[in-house]
């Protein structure tokens, strides 16, 4: 599967951004799917992921701010982010992989290119 992540921007602090990352392949539905974030100096993290059975799981900075949804008929994972700080600047990547384990940078084999978002303060 290959992944094409876009929506990235400037934003000011307060703000919103929503994120898609389109992939390519028939067999969308059988990955699990998820967003990271990596920024300068800083090892890439997880944000959020959704499995093919549509649950849903987020890291605790980002709970009640984010939401990560899918359209599988469209094969597009979306990440609405919503509240932005400083601390969310990163780049970040939608990854996939039928692994299960939906939270880890090792599980995913497949990985979108990345997206910048800033947000200024």
């Known amino acids: 599967v290959q992944l094409q992540a876009c929506g990235g921007g400037l934003v000011q602090a307060g703000g919103s951004l929503r994120l898609s990352c389109r992939a390519s392949?028939?067999?969308?539905?059988?990955?699990?799917m998820g967003w990271f974030r990596q920024a300068p100096g800083k090892e890439r993290e997880f944000v959020a992921g959704?499995?093919?059975?549509?649950?849903?799981w987020y890291a605790d900075s980002v709970k009640g701010r984010f939401t990560i949804s899918r359209d599988f008929a469209m094969k597009t994972v979306y990440l609405q982010m919503n509240s932005l700080g400083p601390g969310d600047s990163a780049v970040y990547y939608c990854?996939?992989?039928?692994?299960?384990?939906?939270?880890?940078?090792?599980?995913?084999?497949?990985w979108g290119q990345g997206t910048q978002v800033t947000v200024s303060s």
């Open positions: 959704m499995s093919r059975n549509t649950d849903i």
């Open positions: 990854a996939a992989d039928r692994s299960g384990v939906y939270n880890s940078v090792q599980s995913y084999r497949y």
């Open positions: 392949g028939r067999t969308f539905r059988w990955y699990d």
